[in-house]
């Protein structure tokens, strides 16, 4: 179980360092996130660092800079880090510097490549140490033959992020891995590693960017990282060591979370990013794992049945998946267990 741990003080003076998602946690495309902006400010003024993290590897750093200002933020560019940005430092630590690296991605990619002390090329022809495929829609079948061509004559493969699919205004639509598959399909060569979440590369990379060069990069026990998203943000942070802090501003809704297997579950859980600036609570559970409590919230469970005395209660929420993680360590179902409806809107 993780979701036990309680702070006397606020989460973001119990920790140093924010790695914070971006869409659904700050912003819904073009829109701000409610009580968002506000609440990063106040995590600042009490001495939070703030580091913005994202799969998106075509966007360039200062045009989300210059997003988040538009929401009232504080942000420099250096403090957005993407899959890009990551991709291009972890191709850095695998070949010399100069060395040539077939990019197959937009021209943020292509920079950071550049940026790294690396040579950028296009052609297989151009014999790269290493290939670096990211997504951007003007992606070709061309471009996909290069790298595939690359990789079958040894090239080290490696790619920004495995995202089967990304939500476009026309619907959903093919993302990074289903591009990817088609270079492995060709050459059966896998890629050596990913620099996008669930990977936590990207929290790895981000702490050392934020130290600047000038100091230690702050420690693990004290860096939060923070997202929408179980499968992405929280399983990243589970794999690398990182506490995690779920948002309900996003994909994520209460019975995923009360349903989450172990490598998906968050080490708190808050309606939206108000709950940054506040102390997280205790919770209790019972000898025989039929009742918790959190703050004046209880939850119970009795002949496969959960209950709650506030579905309107974050608290609530919070106690219930501790009944029903405990209830999965021991081996139950708890997919046939009937689970209550939560209203946890903003």
Same mark, same amino acid.
């Given at each position: 179980?993780?979701?036990l741990?309680?702070?006397?003080?606020p989460l973001?003076q119990? !920790?140093?360092?924010?790695l914070? #998602? @971006?869409?659904?946690v700050?912003?819904r +495309?073009?829109? $701000?996130?409610?009580?968002?902006?506000?609440?990063i400010r106040?995590?600042e003024h009490?001495?939070m660092?703030?580091?913005?993290?994202?799969?998106n590897s075509s966007r360039?750093q200062?045009?989300v800079a210059?997003?988040?200002?538009g929401f009232?933020l504080?942000v420099e560019?250096?403090?957005?880090?993407?899959?890009?940005v990551?991709?291009?430092r972890m191709v850095?630590?695998?070949?010399p510097?100069?060395a040539?690296?077939?990019?197959?991605g937009?021209?943020?990619l292509?920079?950071?490549?550049?940026?790294a002390g690396l040579t950028?090329?296009?052609?297989?022809s151009?014999h790269?140490?290493?290939?670096?495929?990211g997504w951007?829609?003007?992606m070709?079948w061309?471009m996909?033959a290069?790298a595939?061509?690359?990789?079958?004559?040894g090239?080290? !493969?490696?790619?920004?992020?495995? #995202? @089967?699919t990304?939500?476009?205004?026309? +619907?959903?639509? $093919?993302?990074?891995g289903?591009?990817?598959?088609a270079?492995?399909?060709?050459?059966?060569?896998q890629?050596?590693?990913?620099?996008g979440?669930?990977e936590s590369a990207?929290y790895?990379?981000?702490?050392e960017?934020?130290?600047?060069?000038d100091?230690e990069p702050?420690?693990?026990?004290r860096?939060l990282?923070?997202g929408?998203r179980?499968d992405?943000d929280?399983?990243?942070g589970?794999?690398?060591?990182?506490?995690?802090?779920?948002?309900?501003t996003?994909?994520?809704?209460?019975?995923?979370?009360m349903c989450a297997p172990?490598?998906?579950?968050?080490?708190?859980?808050v309606?939206d990013l108000?709950?940054?600036n506040e102390?997280?609570?205790r919770i209790?559970?019972?000898?025989?794992g039929t009742?918790?409590?959190?703050?004046?919230?209880?939850?119970?469970?009795?002949?496969r049945?959960l209950?709650v005395?506030?579905p309107?209660?974050?608290?609530a929420l919070?106690a219930?998946?501790?009944?029903?993680?405990q209830?999965?360590?021991s081996?139950?179902?708890v997919?046939a267990?009937a689970?209550?409806?939560?209203?946890l809107?903003e």
């Amino acid at each position: 179980m993780t979701l036990l741990k309680a702070t006397e003080a606020p989460l973001s003076q119990t !920790y140093s360092l924010a790695l914070l #998602d @971006l869409d659904g946690v700050v912003y819904r +495309g073009k829109d $701000p996130v409610a009580f968002a902006s506000e609440s990063i400010r106040q995590a600042e003024h009490l001495g939070m660092t703030i580091e913005y993290t994202t799969n998106n590897s075509s966007r360039m750093q200062s045009v989300v800079a210059d997003q988040l200002r538009g929401f009232g933020l504080d942000v420099e560019p250096w403090q957005v880090i993407t899959s890009s940005v990551v991709a291009a430092r972890m191709v850095s630590k695998h070949v010399p510097q100069g060395a040539k690296v077939l990019v197959v991605g937009a021209e943020h990619l292509q920079d950071e490549v550049g940026k790294a002390g690396l040579t950028p090329v296009q052609y297989a022809s151009d014999h790269p140490t290493a290939v670096i495929q990211g997504w951007f829609p003007q992606m070709t079948w061309q471009m996909l033959a290069e790298a595939s061509f690359a990789v079958e004559n040894g090239a080290m !493969y490696f790619v920004t992020n495995r #995202d @089967l699919t990304i939500p476009r205004e026309a +619907g959903i639509a $093919p993302g990074c891995g289903s591009m990817i598959q088609a270079v492995i399909n060709a050459t059966g060569v896998q890629p050596i590693a990913s620099a996008g979440k669930p990977e936590s590369a990207m929290y790895d990379e981000a702490r050392e960017l934020a130290a600047q060069g000038d100091t230690e990069p702050v420690c693990k026990a004290r860096s939060l990282a923070i997202g929408d998203r179980l499968d992405t943000d929280i399983e990243a942070g589970n794999r690398g060591g990182y506490d995690s802090l779920a948002v309900l501003t996003g994909v994520t809704n209460p019975t995923e979370l009360m349903c989450a297997p172990k490598h998906l579950r968050p080490t708190y859980i808050v309606r939206d990013l108000r709950g940054l600036n506040e102390a997280y609570p205790r919770i209790d559970v019972d000898e025989a794992g039929t009742r918790a409590t959190c703050a004046q919230a209880q939850a119970s469970l009795t002949h496969r049945r959960l209950t709650v005395n506030d579905p309107n209660d974050v608290n609530a929420l919070r106690a219930a998946c501790a009944l029903t993680w405990q209830a999965a360590d021991s081996g139950q179902d708890v997919a046939a267990f009937a689970l209550p409806e939560f209203s946890l809107g903003e």
